[in-house]
């Protein structure tokens, strides 16, 4: 079993970056897809970023260029550097881990709030 605590969430104003980070219980080193979802209230959760264990990594088509996830299997980490936030960015981001297909772990979850 794996387990996953987020942190770097918080209240940031548009414009600005934060950086979101997941420590995995576990080696993550094996495991086939580390990944960044968001839950806006009142919606589903949704993808937002990947990085399987070969280094491919998928962002959902609203954050390219603003997002960077980032895995690190030494650190049991993944992260995602998020910059030129904006109030639509609000909601809960949830790191996944799916250590082969169908098999997957979620975090709790770290609230991001833009505004001013």
């Known amino acids: 079993q794996v387990q996953l605590v987020e942190s770097g969430g918080g209240l940031v104003q548009p414009g600005g970056s934060l950086r979101l980070s997941c420590v995995a219980s576990g080696n993550i080193s094996s495991v086939y897809s580390m990944a960044w979802y968001r839950q806006v209230t009142g919606k589903q959760r949704e993808f937002v970023a990947q990085?399987?264990?070969?280094?491919?990594?998928t962002y959902i088509d609203f954050v390219k260029g603003r997002f960077t996830i980032s895995r690190d299997n030494v650190k049991n980490t993944v992260s995602l550097q998020m910059n030129d936030l904006n109030p639509e960015y609000t909601a809960t981001y949830y790191c996944k881990a799916v250590p082969f297909p169908g098999a997957y772990y979620w975090g709790e979850g770290t609230l991001v709030t833009v505004s001013s």
């Open positions: 990085a399987n264990k070969a280094g491919s990594l």
